[in-house]
């Protein structure tokens, strides 16, 4: 065509990481510890739900649902969150069920923002959160979870990096529309506390601003910590939109059913089995055999395997209090890694293609979850996923051991 095909929305916000690494990591790497998607198989009690919805005599399991979330899904939603947040959910109103967390979190962006309104993101951030705003006509502004190393030597936590309440507090104005919040946070690992939160709080109810909390790894909280929602903290029921996942809580992150909850189209087989999945934890919530209970258990111990296996190697990973994902600081490798002739691409990125191509070992570059403007900032990290089998952890430890290795014989 002669005329330009691509929306002008869309100049700038084109690119993606994920296609990049993702066939990286296909072509190049042994282990892939990059892409947040565990590789055990989910509970029993949630894939035997899918093939009764599959094979059962309900022809209408094959047909159209409720637009808006299949009704038995939302009911048992807003009844379990109804004895978390501690108030009255109408599973009509205030529950609606998407395919996925990137199209729950496009419409919040798309009903929600104006254009010229301003939105507040943390960083570091998923990175859909940037286009997501600026496809709306909104303006990112952004503020850093700044690090703060403890001073014992000991290995730094995600809880180790912290906003400043005064370079917080800047960032809000009268154009202020919303502020997106990620806690437990991707790529870091960290879970915001109830002082944090509050101070979120306070200064969302002071500016009359939105919070769209992005909650999708809310049961995957490691060491004791307590996820806090936000919505349920003093003046924010009324202006919070949480975003939880299916995907994440029953690790069928294929399946793409997302639930956003607040005030204000799925594969039908699919909701189905997720209703029976909340039906159960509703029934079981609390108790050891509890899957939101069983399944962080699991996840700590896979996360300090591989804490363990990257500090060995040299790398210093940051232990995070939740999520699929840690970071490690790459810093003491430079020399490991050529340069690139003519090349601006930052030391993250050149390190993670490096070691996917060499060592056949995939991660994710921790500068992609910045701002243009910060992410020269942050280039000497990388994210690793450790939701994954037992197997692929312990090849992965033997490439880092082989690693350490080649670098003590050199």
Request: net charge neutral; hydrophobic share 40%.
């Given at each position: ?273 997720v209703a029976q999945g909340f039906q159960r934890e509703l029934r079981l919530y609390g108790k050891p055999e509890s899957y939101f209970v069983q399944l962080p258990k699991e996840l700590q111990q896979k996360r300090d395997w591989l804490v363990q296996s990257l500090d060995g190697v040299g790398m210093k990973p940051i232990i995070p209090e939740g999520t699929y994902f840690l970071v490690a600081d790459i810093s003491q490798f430079k020399s490991d890694v050529p340069d ?71």
């Open positions: 065509m002669s005329r330009p095909v691509q929306a002008r929305r869309l100049e700038g916000i084109d690119k993606n990481i994920w296609v990049e690494f993702v066939k990286l990591a296909a072509t190049y790497s042994k282990v892939n510890l990059g892409q947040g998607f565990p590789d055990f198989p989910p509970p029993d009690f949630l894939t035997e739900a899918f093939t009764r919805a599959l094979g059962g005599q309900n022809h209408m399991l094959h047909q159209y649902t409720r637009a808006f979330g299949h009704p038995p899904l939302v009911t048992v939603l807003a009844q379990f969150f109804k004895k978390l947040l501690g108030r009255d959910l109408d599973p009509m109103t205030n529950v609606m069920v998407t395919v996925g967390a990137y199209q729950a979190l496009f419409c919040c962006f798309q009903a929600l923002v104006d254009e010229g309104d301003e939105v507040i993101i943390i960083e570091p951030f998923f990175d859909c959160y940037e286009p997501m705003v600026r496809m709306a006509g909104g303006t990112p502004v952004f503020v850093p979870l700044r690090p703060n190393p403890p001073k014992d030597g000991k290995l730094m936590s995600s809880a180790d990096w912290q906003l400043d309440p005064a370079e917080l507090a800047s960032k809000f104005s009268e154009r202020t529309k919303a502020i997106v919040l990620n806690s437990p946070n991707n790529p870091l690992g960290k879970v915001f506390s109830r002082g944090e939160l509050g101070l979120i709080a306070e200064l969302c109810v002071k500016h009359d601003v939105l919070c769209i909390s992005d909650e999708v790894y809310e049961w995957l909280v490691y060491d004791g910590k307590q996820h806090i929602r936000i919505a349920s903290l003093q003046g924010m029921w009324d202006r919070t939109v949480t975003v939880g996942s299916a995907g994440k809580t029953f690790s069928v992150t294929g399946w793409k059913v997302n639930i956003p909850r607040g005030p204000l189209l799925c594969p039908y087989p699919c909701p189905f089995a690139v002739p003519n090349s601006d691409e930052p030391y993250d990125y050149r390190f993670a293609k490096w070691m996917i191509k060499s060592k056949g070992l995939a991660a994710i570059p921790l500068s992609a979850f910045y701002s243009e403007a910060h992410k020269n900032n942050y280039t000497n990290f990388i994210r690793f996923c450790f939701a994954k089998e037992e197997a692929t952890l312990k090849a992965a430890n033997e490439i880092l051991q082989k690693w350490k290795q080649e670098k003590t014989s050199s």
